[in-house]
């Protein structure tokens, strides 16, 4: 079956270092991945997604690369804000209809 | 624009009672879903609409949970006899589908606890 393992939060960095979420997935075909982020008090976002194998998708900084080799799709940016802070979740979907979400990376970026 | 809207916000139910869960979705939007969200975990499936055909609703935990979506634009959740099992948020979102895109937008949730 198809399902999204993401690291245990919570994560705490310093302004500007840099961030890593990995996140593997087990799929059955051939699936797309994504990236959604939920600030506090909002709900889920699409941050990026990437459709096929060595795509690289990219958003506000932040940037993930579908790697099939390893079924993984970890999450990167080279100097978090504060305004990063956040709860991260992988995702895929075979065929856009179903998706399957990881638990969630909650992010803290201190000052 | 207005973006998706969920009501109510915040849901205390007894066990056993009925609860009905509504979702505004984007205007335009043809594909709906539902997900439920327990406590620090990400969102599970519940259901799928294209339009008002429900096409995929086999993350339903069971028979007491109902969705519809009778004109293709607001749907319902429904869930009977409700028990402390079924208490989570309880997230709509929508997309354009196929033809037009397949991002999801996500509405705030309702967060539904049963005591």
């Not at chain 2, 205390?12 to 335009?28: E, T």
Request: charged share 20%.
């Amino acid at each position: 079956g198809n399902s999204v393992t993401q690291m245990e939060g919570p994560v705490t960095l310093s302004e500007e270092a840099f961030l890593t979420i990995n996140c593997t997935y087990t799929a059955t075909g051939y699936p797309s991945l994504f990236w959604y982020v939920q600030y506090p008090g909002e709900g889920l976002q699409l941050l990026l997604k990437a459709t096929k194998a060595d795509d690289k998708g990219s958003n506000k900084g932040f940037e993930a690369t579908y790697r099939k080799e390893t079924t993984s799709f970890h999450l990167e940016k080279g100097s978090v804000q504060v305004s990063d802070s956040a709860v991260y979740f992988c995702a895929l979907s075979e065929n856009f209809n179903k998706f399957y979400f990881g638990s969630g990376t909650k992010l803290n970026v201190k000052p | 624009g207005a973006g998706v809207s969920q009501s109510p916000r915040y849901k205390v139910a007894k066990r056993g009672q009925d609860v009905a869960l509504r979702c505004d979705p984007i205007s335009g939007h043809v594909s709906l879903f539902w997900y439920q969200q327990a406590l620090g975990q990400g969102p599970e499936f519940l259901t799928y609409f294209q339009n008002e055909a429900q096409l995929d609703k086999s993350g339903l935990p069971s028979d007491r949970f109902f969705a519809e979506r009778p004109e293709g634009s607001v749907s319902t959740l429904k869930i009977q006899r409700t028990q402390q099992e079924d208490s989570a948020v309880y997230l709509c979102a929508s997309s354009l589908g196929l033809a037009g895109g397949y991002e999801q937008y996500f509405g705030p949730g309702t967060r539904l606890t049963v005591t």
